[in-house]
């Protein structure tokens, strides 16, 4: 069975301090994984994607994931969290069906 | 260019009554896909549109939820006998299909905010 499971449905980060929002999959085919972003009172906008051509992803605002498949976790980082950085954040697994994360909603604190 | 649209960006109605939400995709997107998003809850899947191809209507809750797609247009949502339950933020998305190339990535309408009193 297809599914996605993102650990910490919120987490709390000081500004400057490392962002790790974890997600992992459980896929029969090989996956395509998407993080996206959902900034309050707004819809929802690609990060960043894997698509088998590279392990480690880098997406927009600073942002990157690694594919480990033997992990089976597409978790998303960034070295240095800023204010904006706050919204919540939804892994995507594509495989045999479209999957989202339950989402995980990153605070971050001056 | 434009990005998906949705309309109206927000609903209020009572219980019992029919409401019907609609999405413009991107021009050129033949895959289209509808989200319910509950308050405080992740991503529900709906229905999925591609092409000509008959829908994937695995996600619709009950038979008071369909959905239809003109060609590889506009999308309407429509959701009879409305429940308290029915209200959440209903989400739209196009993308460019995997069989056919491209990105893959969906790009998300701003959504219809549906309150059931």
């Known amino acids: 069975a297809q599914s996605v499971t993102q650990l910490g449905s919120h987490v709390s980060v000081s500004e400057g301090a490392l962002v790790l929002l974890r997600c992992n999959y459980s896929?029969?085919?090989?996956?395509?994984l998407f993080w996206y972003v959902q900034y309050p009172n707004q819809g929802l906008q690609l990060l960043l994607k894997?698509?088998?051509?590279?392990?480690l992803v880098k997406g927009i605002n600073g942002f990157e994931a690694e594919f480990k498949k033997s992990e089976t976790s597409f978790h998303l980082t960034k070295p240095s969290a800023h204010m904006s950085d706050a919204a919540e954040y939804f892994c995507d697994l594509d495989g045999t069906a479209l999957i989202f994360g339950k989402g995980t909603t990153l605070s971050v604190s001056s | 260019g434009a990005g998906v649209s949705q309309s109206p960006s927000n609903k209020v109605t009572e219980k019992g009554k029919d409401v019907e939400l609609r999405c413009d995709p991107i021009s050129g997107h033949t895959a289209l896909y509808w989200y319910r998003q509950r308050l405080g809850q992740g991503l529900e899947f709906l229905i999925y549109f591609q092409g000509n191809s008959a829908p994937d209507k695995s996600g619709l809750p009950s038979d008071r939820f369909s959905a239809e797609r003109t060609g590889e247009s506009v999308s309407t949502l429509t959701i009879q006998r409305t429940q308290q339950e029915d209200s959440a933020v209903y989400l739209c998305?196009?993308?460019?299909?995997?069989?056919?190339?491209?990105?893959?990535?969906?790009?998300f309408g701003p959504g219809t905010r549906l309150t059931v009193t």
């Open positions: 896929s029969s085919v090989p996956p395509y």
């Open positions: 894997y698509t088998s051509a590279a392990t």
């Open positions: 998305a196009s993308s460019v299909p995997r069989e056919r190339g491209g990105l893959y990535e969906q790009y």
